[in-house]
């Protein structure tokens, strides 16, 4: 299973950037799929889940910023983040739940694949 995750980059505080997470090996309708982040200094955090039924979950810090979304055809799994500010800024992963059909929410999964991190970084 690989996990290629893209889409970082600076932006300016206010604006926008879309991660993407092309995901091969495994399919990603039946596994839940989670974005994280760790900024310097800080222990790696959940941001976003979507669910292999479709439900999503996201941090506090993100609601109503960040939406997660999937293209099962692609096998790719996006994170758009709109209204960034200067607390984003981290090195966004994205990973993959260990066991297929998880009913648990995405925040408490154990994830064994993980792409190798983009880097946002967001000036004010």
């Known amino acids: 299973v690989q996990l290629q995750a893209c889409g970082g980059g600076l932006v300016q505080a206010g604006g926008s950037l879309r991660l993407s997470c092309g995901a091969s090996?495994?399919?990603?309708?039946?596994?839940?799929m989670g974005w994280f982040r760790q900024a310097p200094g800080k222990e790696r955090a959940f941001v976003a889940g979507l669910m292999w039924s479709g439900a999503y979950h996201y941090a506090d810090s993100v609601k109503g910023r960040f939406t997660i979304s999937r293209d099962i055809t692609k096998n790719t799994v996006y994170l758009q983040m709109n209204s960034l500010k200067p607390e984003d800024p981290a090195v966004y992963y994205c990973a993959s739940d260990s066991r297929q059909w998880r009913t648990t929410r995405p925040e408490t999964g154990e994830y064994d694949y993980w792409g190798q991190g983009t880097l946002v970084t967001v000036s004010s």
């Open positions: 090996g495994r399919t990603i309708s039946s596994y839940s």
